[in-house]
Protein backbone atom coordinates (compact mmCIF):
# COMPACT_ATOMS: atom_id res chain seq x y z
CA UNK A 1 0.00 0.00 0.00
CA UNK A 2 1.40 3.27 -1.15
CA UNK A 3 2.24 6.16 1.47
CA UNK A 4 -0.37 8.99 1.74
CA UNK A 5 2.56 11.29 2.58
CA UNK A 6 6.08 11.73 2.23
CA UNK A 7 8.95 14.19 2.50
CA UNK A 8 9.01 16.35 -0.65
CA UNK A 9 5.27 16.03 -1.62
CA UNK A 10 3.60 19.61 -2.32
CA UNK A 11 0.37 20.13 -0.31
CA UNK A 12 -2.12 22.72 -0.61
CA UNK A 13 -3.10 24.45 2.58
CA UNK A 14 -7.03 26.01 2.31
CA UNK A 15 -8.02 28.21 4.80
CA UNK A 16 -11.42 30.03 3.66
CA UNK A 17 -10.32 31.75 0.39
CA UNK A 18 -6.42 31.33 1.23
CA UNK A 19 -4.44 28.60 -0.65
CA UNK A 20 -1.20 28.59 0.13
CA UNK A 21 1.52 25.42 -0.64
CA UNK A 22 3.74 23.56 1.51
CA UNK A 23 6.49 21.24 1.30
CA UNK A 24 6.70 18.01 3.68
CA UNK A 25 9.87 18.08 5.24
CA UNK A 26 9.09 15.07 7.45
CA UNK A 27 6.68 12.80 8.42
CA UNK A 28 6.04 10.29 11.47
CA UNK A 29 3.37 8.11 12.46
CA UNK A 30 3.05 8.11 16.39
CA UNK A 31 -0.67 5.52 17.28
CA UNK A 32 -3.04 6.54 14.87
CA UNK A 33 -1.96 10.13 13.67
CA UNK A 34 -0.14 11.36 11.14
CA UNK A 35 2.27 14.17 12.08
CA UNK A 36 3.57 16.05 9.38
CA UNK A 37 6.54 18.98 9.60
CA UNK A 38 6.79 21.67 6.74
CA UNK A 39 9.45 23.24 5.39
CA UNK A 40 9.98 26.69 6.82
CA UNK A 41 7.87 26.10 9.71
CA UNK A 42 10.19 25.16 12.38
CA UNK A 43 8.25 25.11 15.79
CA UNK A 44 4.53 25.23 17.13
CA UNK A 45 3.84 28.48 16.98
CA UNK A 46 4.90 29.17 13.42
CA UNK A 47 2.60 26.03 13.12
CA UNK A 48 -0.40 26.88 14.82
CA UNK A 49 -2.00 29.16 12.44
CA UNK A 50 -2.21 26.45 10.13
CA UNK A 51 -4.82 24.23 12.59
CA UNK A 52 -7.87 23.10 11.12
CA UNK A 53 -6.51 23.76 7.06
CA UNK A 54 -7.81 21.61 4.32
CA UNK A 55 -4.96 19.85 2.78
CA UNK A 56 -4.64 18.78 -0.43
CA UNK A 57 -2.75 16.86 -3.15
CA UNK A 58 -2.83 17.29 -6.84
CA UNK A 59 -4.00 13.77 -8.17
CA UNK A 60 -1.16 13.48 -10.30
CA UNK A 61 0.88 14.00 -7.54
CA UNK A 62 -0.87 10.51 -5.75
CA UNK A 63 1.03 7.24 -5.94
CA UNK A 64 0.03 5.01 -8.83
CA UNK A 65 -2.71 1.91 -7.84
CA UNK A 66 -2.92 -1.75 -8.37
CA UNK A 67 -6.14 -2.97 -9.96
CA UNK A 68 -7.72 -3.66 -6.78
CA UNK A 69 -6.81 -0.22 -5.42
CA UNK A 70 -8.55 3.30 -5.13
CA UNK A 71 -9.02 6.29 -3.24
CA UNK A 72 -11.71 6.93 -1.27
CA UNK A 73 -12.22 10.24 -3.22
CA UNK A 74 -13.30 8.21 -6.37
CA UNK A 75 -16.03 6.13 -4.64
CA UNK A 76 -17.50 9.57 -3.97
CA UNK A 77 -20.52 9.92 -6.42
CA UNK A 78 -20.35 6.26 -7.34
CA UNK A 79 -23.58 4.42 -8.15
CA UNK A 80 -24.03 1.04 -6.06
CA UNK A 81 -26.75 -1.58 -7.02
CA UNK A 82 -27.01 -5.33 -5.78
CA UNK A 83 -25.80 -8.43 -7.42
CA UNK A 84 -29.15 -8.45 -9.04
CA UNK A 85 -28.69 -5.28 -10.67
CA UNK A 86 -30.79 -3.29 -8.40
CA UNK A 87 -29.97 -0.18 -8.28
CA UNK A 88 -29.44 0.87 -4.23
CA UNK A 89 -28.22 4.35 -4.77
CA UNK A 90 -25.18 6.93 -4.82
CA UNK A 91 -22.50 7.17 -2.67
CA UNK A 92 -22.46 10.45 -0.73
CA UNK A 93 -19.96 9.92 2.20
CA UNK A 94 -17.70 7.68 3.72
CA UNK A 95 -17.23 7.24 7.30
CA UNK A 96 -14.79 5.64 8.88
CA UNK A 97 -15.06 3.00 12.05
CA UNK A 98 -12.96 1.10 13.88
CA UNK A 99 -13.12 -1.84 11.52
CA UNK A 100 -13.99 -0.58 8.30
CA UNK A 101 -15.23 1.90 6.67
CA UNK A 102 -19.24 2.51 5.88
CA UNK A 103 -20.64 3.97 2.67
CA UNK A 104 -23.36 6.35 2.54
CA UNK A 105 -25.32 5.79 0.09
CA UNK A 106 -28.49 7.85 -0.71
CA UNK A 107 -31.22 6.60 -3.27
CA UNK A 108 -33.30 8.44 -5.32
CA UNK A 109 -36.23 9.20 -3.39
CA UNK A 110 -33.61 10.76 -0.62
CA UNK A 111 -33.32 7.49 1.45
CA UNK A 112 -29.91 6.66 3.20
CA UNK A 113 -28.59 3.55 3.81
CA UNK A 114 -25.26 2.50 5.36
CA UNK A 115 -23.45 -0.39 3.50
CA UNK A 116 -19.78 -1.50 5.50
CA UNK A 117 -17.20 -1.81 3.44
CA UNK A 118 -16.10 -5.50 4.13
CA UNK A 119 -15.16 -8.38 1.83
CA UNK A 120 -18.64 -9.97 1.56
CA UNK A 121 -20.84 -7.14 1.49
CA UNK A 122 -19.07 -5.62 -1.19
CA UNK A 123 -18.31 -7.77 -3.86
CA UNK A 124 -16.96 -5.20 -6.79
CA UNK A 125 -15.68 -1.68 -6.61
CA UNK A 126 -15.21 -1.00 -10.17
CA UNK A 127 -13.18 2.67 -10.35
CA UNK A 128 -13.62 3.48 -14.50
CA UNK A 129 -16.79 3.15 -14.60
CA UNK A 130 -17.76 4.38 -10.57
CA UNK A 131 -19.88 1.17 -9.82
CA UNK A 132 -20.36 -0.92 -6.61
CA UNK A 133 -21.78 -4.28 -6.15
CA UNK A 134 -23.02 -5.24 -2.77
CA UNK A 135 -24.60 -8.43 -1.86
CA UNK A 136 -27.50 -7.36 0.22
CA UNK A 137 -27.82 -10.75 1.46
CA UNK A 138 -24.54 -10.07 3.24
CA UNK A 139 -25.20 -7.09 4.90
CA UNK A 140 -28.12 -5.01 7.16
CA UNK A 141 -29.56 -2.05 5.76
CA UNK A 142 -29.71 1.14 8.09
CA UNK A 143 -31.57 3.89 8.01
CA UNK A 144 -29.37 7.18 9.03
CA UNK A 145 -30.77 8.76 11.33
CA UNK A 146 -29.53 12.47 11.82
Known amino acids: MAQAVWPGLRVYLQQGDSLNS ?5 VSTPGKHIVVSFVGIENRNNADPLTGAKVMVRRTDLPALE ?4 YD ?3 LGATVESKTGQQLGTVVEIVPTGANQVYVV ?13 FGAVIEVNRAEKRIVVDPTAL ?4 RDD
Do not use: M, T, W
Request: proline share 3%; hydrophobic share 40%; aromatic share 14%.
Open 22 to 26: REVAA
Open 67 to 70: NDEY
Open 73 to 75: FEL
Open 106 to 118: RSADGQEILVPAF
Open 140 to 143: EYSK
